[in-house]
């Protein structure tokens, strides 16, 4: 392996350097498999709101989170900031998935299907 500057890296850096992408691949992996999991819950969060007409959006719940998840990250030593950022990504993107299972829903004339 040589760096940009064209300079030979140390087989035991480079062995040390894979080790550590090898570790960095498995938690990317499980965080994508996690999100695939709490999309599912959210899916099925949407269905029920949508069946009984609730709104796509909570802003009591998501402020709750918001906080939780911030002292999740802080106790983590994780910028919470970042954390934060985080979650108001995944909450949009919940709430547009929220309003299209409603808006399903409404054009469909049928209950959702959990």
């Known amino acids: 392996m040589t760096t940009s500057n064209n300079r030979e890296v140390d087989p ?7 080790r ?5 691949d498995n ?13 599912k819950c959210t ?6 709101k949508a069946a009984h ?3 796509a959006a909570d802003p009591n719940r998501e402020a709750e989170q918001i906080a939780r998840l ?7 030593n994780l910028d919470p900031a970042f954390a934060e950022k985080l979650l108001n990504f ?3 993107e919940v709430i547009r998935h929220h309003e299209r299972i409603a808006e399903d829903t ?3 004339g049928k209950p959702p299907v959990n």
């Open 12 to 18: 035991a850096i480079r062995a040390e350097l894979g």
């Open 20 to 24: 550590l992408r090898e570790s960095i």
């Open 27 to 39: 938690i990317d992996a499980a965080v994508v498999h996690m999100l695939a999991e709490r999309f």
């Open 43 to 48: 899916q099925q969060v949407g269905h029920l």
């Open 53 to 55: 007409q609730l709104p």
């Open 70 to 76: 911030r002292r999740l990250a802080e106790s983590a």
């Open 90 to 92: 995944v909450i949009a």
């Open 106 to 108: 409404l054009n469909s």
